[in-house]
């Protein structure tokens, strides 16, 4: 070498992996310099671990704001992950000579708040981040609501649909390479989409897999070179054109690269190797000062920073995921790079594979005319290999027989790909992080990418403290799993819950370890925390629930005392009957936990207590909305207080205050409705009584919006009362009767309650409901006179038509002329 080797790649490429790979092999230098944040040099190391399985990340984040943190990805593909581990191998030094994560995180937080895309409610990019979306520069993944910082471990150099920042720089490079003379045109260029379109392609993608990712694997150690030089020619050309192409915070970034070469130069001659971004290359080259390069350096803000390694996901490379320097295809990428050759037969294999798992009929014959066409249609699209495109194709005709379905199927699991990559124990982590993953292997609940759902018996010991744990992660914001309804038992011993675990919670877990360095001691401390911060009842109320389904003995005494405060203060009727329901919850929660309830059970006794009294009046006078909001609070109160313990004196007097709401003509129609419904449902109200409700509800005195929201209140929703008006008569009768002689002009007016009502019923009650009515009226003129029948049912039975069954029922129960009379009689 006679001179620093530059190796300007793109990020998570297989091809630049590669490349990468036999050039490091035939300079064999005495340095590997990686473009990266320097605070990971002390973790370099690890990356040789036996347990240290990519894809990885480091994780950096400010001590004093966990929160605002940034990781930056590796796969087994990345050019970077490829030069560390061939260093380490070889036992060659290794460094990061990209800008420190402590001033890229402190340019994130000065900028964010001026940023026009913080101004709209989303992160704005830092200072030197990554060039914007289309620019051909790869970038960090941010943390949700926090900025990316400048340092980054992708290569920009043909990263179509990346991220990046466009603030102003100290150090200005005009259009023509001018040092100082700013760039005033505005353009914020992607070079690989340049590059692309110059060589006649339409699709960047494509132009770059032809020319480097497919690219063959036999090249010699004299053509190792060659496209490193190729690209970074191509590279200057752009940046003599365009200066730094609208990505002015990289000038400070590359001042510290060159830097840090110096320095490296210094101490090990010209046997250097640089793996950088190809973006980066020219100013790489550039000849610049020591003293000019340190100027641009000059006052950059800083925080304290820690950093360690983390697994990552392939989701989490792909673009869509929100990751600006992502790929399309991370799944087809490494296969790409672990295929050893026949990368396309192998690839078809696999897809037959999956396909067969989910049993659908693929032969061997398949797989074979699948690779002929993929190959065909390369060659018809003058491809040197057949690519993501044409193997797409080739699947979806032959062996998805056209259908997008199973092709869905394919690009979730092997064209991205749910790959979680691991990190060894010696890692460092946050002691709260420790807890949890201990926990993890105490209850063999792995972390994994792939969402699953597990279903938990809280009988169980095992599951019981399974539950917990999730309950105690979600206290913490910790958002590894999310409660689902299950699809078996619906008893309180039973829970559901879906679980996929995202890198982004590791900043979650070091955002929470400010709580405690356990679980439950951190989950503590937030819920005492909450507690004490809570103005509204019904926060309070959420928060005892959420403490008996976590177990947190200490915090509850702490939550008890908030919520008897809050109870006594609130004279609000709707607050009281919000936060009765989940009182009740914890109640049976309590019972299966083995928790003591006993103050629990006297605040909700105490606020049904105050509910029973103050709901009629506050029911009176309601508009359209506030009387809709209440009846939802009027069905929930109903089914708590059914699961009080305070006895059957408390549900009479709730019966009570039904019945006065059901007979008050100023509440409303729909929580008049409601109650008759409920009353109806506990058999407190006869059905001769329920009759004559509604027959006084949709006589011809009351407007006809107050009969349809009375009706919507009583056969509304999905509380069965569809089914009550098939096999009520008299009902049903009232109803059409009611809505028969509704005038012309009311009707639209009434029409979108009704159809509210009826549409929320299942399919074949609308259909048996169409069915009666269509055969007739079942009433007479008034509730005082009702048909006995409905007409098309018949009054009696009709023996001829009986008879002519029993030939059949001979037949089907094997029994003889004599038995079956028997039976007929």
């Known amino acids: 070498m006679t001179g620093p080797l530059l190796l300007g790649v793109r990020h998570h490429g297989p091809g630049s992996a590669r490349a990468v790979r036999a050039a490091l092999e035939a300079a064999s230098p005495a340095i590997v310099l990686i473009e990266g944040p320097p605070e990971g040099d002390a973790l370099l190391a690890l990356a040789a671990d036996e347990q240290m399985r990519p894809p990885v990340a480091l994780l950096a984040h400010a001590v004093d704001d966990p929160g605002r943190a940034a990781f930056w990805p590796l796969a087994e593909f990345s050019p970077e992950w490829v030069a560390l581990r061939w260093a380490l191998g070889r036992g060659v030094p290794v460094r990061f000579i990209d800008l420190p994560a402590a001033h890229s995180l402190a340019q994130a937080a000065e900028e964010e708040p001026s940023s026009p895309e913080a101004a709209d409610g989303e992160p704005g990019p830092p200072a030197g981040a990554e060039p914007p979306e289309g620019s051909g520069a790869g970038g960090p993944v941010a943390t949700p609501g926090a900025a990316a910082p400048a340092g980054t471990l992708a290569p920009d150099g043909g990263t179509p649909g990346a991220r990046g920042g466009d603030g102003a720089g100290p150090h200005m490079v005009g259009p023509k390479g001018e040092r100082g003379a700013p760039d005033t045109s505005g353009l914020r260029i992607d070079p690989i989409a340049m590059l692309a379109e110059t060589a006649g392609y339409d699709d960047p993608e494509r132009w770059w897999e032809d020319v480097i990712e497919h690219r063959g694997t036999a090249a010699d150690a004299a053509d190792a070179r060659a496209p490193f030089a190729a690209l970074g020619d191509a590279m200057a050309a752009l940046r003599e054109t365009y200066g730094h192409g609208g990505h002015d915070r990289d000038l400070a970034r590359e001042a510290h690269m060159r830097i840090q070469i110096r320095a490296a130069r210094k101490e090990f001659g010209d046997e250097i190797a640089v793996v950088c971004g190809a973006w980066h290359v020219p100013a790489l080259e550039e000849k610049t000062t020591l003293a000019a390069d340190k100027a641009l350096l000059k006052g950059l803000p800083k925080v304290k920073t820690e950093m360690t390694w983390v697994p990552w996901t392939y989701r989490r490379l792909a673009r869509h995921s929100g990751y600006g320097a992502g790929i399309d295809s991370p799944g087809w990428y490494g296969h790409l790079f672990g295929a050893a050759d026949r990368p396309v037969e192998r690839w078809m294999t696999k897809v037959a594979r999956l396909l067969r798992d989910e049993d659908r009929l693929v032969s061997s014959a398949h797989v074979i005319e699948a690779v002929r066409l993929a190959e065909t249609l390369a060659a018809m699209r003058g491809r040197p290999l057949a690519g993501l495109t044409e193997t797409t194709d080739a699947i979806r005709a032959v062996m998805c027989e056209g259908s997008e379905v199973p092709l869905d199927l394919i690009r979730d699991r092997l064209v991205v790909g749910d790959v979680l990559g691991e990190v060894p124990d010696a890692a460092p982590a946050v002691p709260l992080q420790r807890d949890l993953t201990r926990l993890q292997r105490s209850l063999r609940i792995k972390p994994e990418a792939l969402e699953r759902e597990l279903e938990l018996d809280l009988r169980k010991e095992t599951d019981a403290a399974k ?44 955002e929470a370890g400010v709580w405690g360095t356990t679980v439950l001691s951190a989950a503590t401390a937030k819920a005492e925390s909450k507690a004490v911060s809570a103005t509204a009842l019904a926060e309070v109320t959420a928060l005892a ?52 309830t006993v103050a629990l059970g006297e605040v909700a006794a105490g606020i049904a207590e105050r509910i029973c009294v103050g709901l009629p009046p506050a029911c009176t006078g309601l508009d359209a909305d506030g009387a809709a909001g209440m009846r939802v609070h009027l069905d929930g109160v109903h089914t708590a207080i059914g699961l009080l313990p305070k006895g059957r004196e408390l549900i009479e007097r709730w019966g009570s205050v039904l019945h006065r709401l059901a007979a008050r003509d100023t509440v409303p129609g729909v929580i008049r409705g409601r109650a008759a419904r409920l009353l109806l449902d506990d058999g407190r109200l006869e059905e001769d009584e329920a009759a004559r409700l509604m027959g006084l509800a949709l006589s011809a005195g009351t407007p006809p919006a107050d009969a349809a929201a009375w009706i919507e209140g009583f056969v509304g929703g999905a509380s069965g009362g569809g089914m009550l008006l098939v096999h009520d008569e008299r009902l049903l009768a009232l109803v059409d009767a009611w809505l028969s002689g509704v005038p012309a002009d009311a009707f639209t007016d009434v029409l979108p309650l009704l159809r509210r009502t009826f549409s929320a019923y299942e399919p074949g009650v609308r259909r048996t409901l169409g069915e009666l009515v269509r055969r007739g009226p079942a009433a007479a003129s008034g509730p005082a006179h009702v048909e006995s029948t409905t007409p098309g049912f018949g009054a009696g039975l009709d023996g001829q038509r009986a008879d002519a069954v029993l030939p059949v029922l001979r037949l089907l129960l094997g029994i003889d002329d004599n038995d079956l009379a028997g039976v007929a009689r």
Not at 492 to 509: G, M, N
Not at 551 to 570: K, N
């Open 467 to 510: 539950s917990r744990l999730l309950h105690r992660l979600r206290l913490l914001s910790i958002g590894w799993g999310e409660p689902v309804t299950g699809r078996g038992s619906t008893g309180t011993f039973r829970e559901s819950w879906r679980l996929r675990w995202e890198p982004e919670l590791f900043v979650k877990v070091a």
């Open 545 to 596: 629930e959420q403490c008996l389904l976590a177990e947190l003995p200490e915090a509850l005494p702490v939550v008890m005392r908030a919520l008897a405060d809050r109870a006594a203060l609130d004279a609000d009727v709707g607050h009281l009957a919000q936060a009765l329901p989940a009182l009740a919850r914890s109640l049976r929660y309590g019972d299966v936990r083995s928790t003591d």
